[in-house]
Structures are given as C-alpha cells and as structure tokens.
C-alpha cells in the first residue's frame, strides 16, 4: 500500500467495492488480448512502471487573465502542494515525482522539501526554472526578455537564476534543468531575429557548463505568448538546434499545447526520437492554443498516437530514449487533484492502448502499402477498453481502482477547507 495522506480504509473499501467485477473484467480482457497473442500480464507489469511527473503549480486553483476562481482548501504553500501531489499518487500509483517551480517553491533549505516528498514516497523531477516574470527584490527586468536580452546584466540574471536552480535541483535529487523562456518580440522590427538567438544560445551555454553529468538540460519551446509577433524558442526546429549547439546533455522538450494548430506532433516526436534529442514531455490537451486542458479531455486519440511513437522507440531501443514525462496542466473550474489524477490515468491509457498494437503486422502493411488496413490495425489497439488494466496496475500498486470516487469519498477537500483558511496563493494565472 503506498503511504499517503489518504486513510487506508479508504482504499480497502475501494478494492472490496471494486474488487469482483475487476477480476471478471480482467479475465474477459486477458481472453481477447490472447486471441491477438498479447500477454495481459506484460502489459499490466508494463503500465505499473510508468511515472508522470506532478508539477507543483499543478495543484493550486490556475485560472485565466480574466479572473481565477478560487476553491476552499487550497494549498497555500509548497509543502500543502507536496501533501496534495501524495493524494494523487497515493490514488493514482502513477505520480511517483513532483517538477518544482524556482522561484514560486522557493524554501531556505531545499532538503526540507525533500524530506517532505519523502515522508509520502516521492521524489524529485525536472526542476523549472523561471525568468517570465518579475519578482520582487530583482534588480533587472525581464519585461524585454531574459537569456536573450539586449542587456549583459539581465543575462547574468536569468544565467545565474538557472544555476541556483541547478543547485537546488541538485540538493532535491532532480536530474534536470527544464528551461523555458517567454523572450521575444511583440511587433515586426522589434528584435533582431538572429541576435535575438544568439544572445539566447550564449547565455544558455553558460547553464549547460553548470549542468552535471548524469543531468540533462531540457529545451522547452512554445510558438507565442507572452511574445505575441516571434518567440525567441519557437518552435521544435529551434529547440533542436539549440539543444544540438549545446551538447549531448542538452534535449528537447515537447509541451503537447505548444504547436500552432493542426501540426503533427507525434511527426515531431519521431524526428526527435530518430536524431536522440527527445528529452520529454509536458501533457496536457487543447482545442485552440496552449489552453492547459486536462490530458486526453479533447483528443485522446493524439496522446495514443504520441505514445504508438514512444512505444516504437523503447521496443526498438532508441539510442538516448529516456524521456521525462510531466504533467502541464492549469485548473480552472474542477478540483486540481481530480483534473491531476484523472489526467494520470488518460497518460497510462495512451501508453497501455500503444502497448496492444500489433506492430509486426502494421510494418507488413506499411511495407505493401496497404493504407487502409495499416490505419485500421494502429487504431484497432484504441478501440478495445484497457480500463482493467488501469485499474488492475493501480490495485496492485496500492492505488484505488475508482480513484475519483475514493478521493471524493475521503473528504480530502473538505478537510483541507478547514484546515487551510485563507488559501489564496499557489496560483501561476495564464501560462
Ligand atoms: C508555460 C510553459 C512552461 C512553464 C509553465 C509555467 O508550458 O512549462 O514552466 O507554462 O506555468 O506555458
Ligand atoms: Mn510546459
Ligand atoms: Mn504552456
């Protein structure tokens, strides 16, 4: 059973509620997938090893530039963050790491955080750095921009704000930097594209000398906002360059709403995957822009699609395939927790639906070019439901098999609105 701030009674009432009909369902599943030569074991075995990082943020209430509803017992601080990220995995069994925002989870020392995460069995991911915004006591502004800036002494800012960020990383147990910048310009002449990058490219390469071997420094791009005209870190081409300009422990990180509509995204993870520059990955969903849906909420058969390239690579054993895997998401009107677990489950679907397909025969149909049966045999893995193995791989993780109605049954929320009054911080508002 995995420790957490949920009482374990909880969970016992989860596994005897639920317990019969999965075992039948589990059977029915095995049945079928055997037929298709697949051992439901494996795959179960497979899904109980997955992780996806929490990010701290995650857990507060997000909102959008027009307004943020806030909820009764939110976190108010970074620990009350950690203790909502234990709820999660202690539900889930697929959270086993938080990714730490510096400065918002700022404490004087980092390993108190530590030990808070590993009261509840958590670890440490990606920490994320932060030169978006102004915060208060910083002598330079980021209004203009920040790696790039046309200001030396802003550089050496938002470079020596990367390096603490790597010694705190490093007190944590983290074992990567992810770096992502709002810089770029609002209106056409603004900024001079090229040194605009290069200014970029140095002030990056003074992290990278800092970044510890068994590290690595992940590129995060994203096409607009706040810059509105040109992002310095546009997009996937850009963020290749870079991380290749910077060296083996420099990869790229793909946030799935970080692409101009209709772009192919898992196209994207497969070039990356092919030139060993895929470094991970921020879920999340979106109909329109970078709008920080719950993962799978919109369109889960582009997650499925994403991890068909994902399972490609670690059957064929991809050179420098280890890829990180946060959530980012923003909340605007369900509970965190809920979107969070929720989304957890819609990461382990996608990667148990890639598990099934039958890639022998897709590559025999590829290879013919039978276009029709070739789209019908990698969809085929979508249409029968894995919900058993979800819920088994939770069931012998310690998780709940209905982890929404466990947690709405614990009264989590409720408690925490008497304990947390005046919860109004944690928020990251539109990003
Ligand atoms: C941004 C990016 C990036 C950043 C986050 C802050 O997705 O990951 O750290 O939002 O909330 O849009
Ligand atoms: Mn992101
Ligand atoms: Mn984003």
């Not at 996806?52 to 507060?60: D, E, N, S």
């Not at 879920?283 to 994902?310: A, C, M, R, W």
């Not at 420098?320 to 965190?336: E, I, K, R, W, Y």
């Not at 919860?423 to 508002?429: D, N, T």
Request: glycine share 8%.
């Amino acid at each position: 059973m995995t420790d957490g701030p949920i009482a374990a009674h909880v969970i016992e009432n989860d596994h005897q509620t639920h317990g019969t009909e999965l075992r039948e369902d589990l059977d029915h599943l095995g049945n079928k997938l055997a037929r298709r030569g697949i051992d439901l074991e494996s795959v179960v075995e497979k899904v109980r090893g997955l992780g996806v990082a929490i990010p701290t943020w995650g857990v507060g209430v997000g909102g959008t530039r027009f307004g943020l509803f806030p909820i009764a017992g939110e976190p108010r601080n970074v620990f009350e963050k950690i203790d909502d990220c234990a709820v999660i995995h202690q539900l889930s069994a697929a959270t086993p790491t938080l990714s730490p925002h510096f400065p918002w989870d700022r404490v004087e020392d980092p390993t108190e955080l530590r030990q808070a995460a590993a009261r509840w069995g958590l670890a440490f991911d990606a920490v994320n750095s932060n030169t978006f915004q102004d915060l208060p006591g910083q002598p330079h502004s980021y209004k203009f921009g920040s790696l790039s800036h046309t200001d030396p002494a802003v550089r050496r800012q938002a470079i020596d704000h990367n390096l603490e960020c790597i010694e705190i990383g490093t007190a944590l147990g983290s074992k990567a930097l992810t770096v992502w910048v709002g810089d770029g310009a609002n209106f056409p002449g603004q900024q001079d594209f090229t040194g605009a990058l290069e200014r970029y490219l140095e002030s990056t390469r003074a992290i990278y000398a800092a970044i510890p071997d068994d590290w690595r420094m992940l590129v995060e791009h994203k096409p607009y906002e706040p810059a509105l005209y040109a992002s310095v870190i546009a997009d996937w081409g850009t963020s290749y360059a870079c991380a290749t300009e910077l060296g083996p422990k420099a990869q790229c990180l793909v946030d799935l709403g970080h692409h101009a509509p209709a772009t192919n995204i898992e196209m994207i993870v497969a070039r990356l995957i092919q030139f060993g520059k895929l470094g991970g990955f921020h879920f999340n969903d979106s109909k329109y822009g970078d709008d920080d849906l719950d993962t799978g909420s919109i369109d889960p058969f582009q997650i499925f699609l994403v991890f068909h390239e994902l399972v490609n690579a670690e059957q064929s054993g991809a050179k420098g395939f280890a890829p990180a895997f946060m959530l980012d998401q923003s909340h605007n009107v369900t509970d965190p927790i809920e979107s969070l677990i929720n989304s957890a489950v819609a990461v382990t679907r996608a990667y148990a639906q890639a598990l099934l397909v039958d890639r022998q025969k897709l590559a025999e149909l590829q290879q013919s070019n039978d276009a029709l049966l070739a789209a019908n045999t990698l969809r085929a893995a979508t249409e029968l439901s894995v919900e058993p193995i979800l819920r088994e791989a939770r069931r012998r993780s310690g998780g709940a098999i209905d982890p929404i109605s466990a947690y709405r049954a614990a009264g989590y929320r409720e408690a925490k609105a008497g304990e947390r009054p005046h919860s109004l911080v944690g928020r990251s508002g539109i990003v």
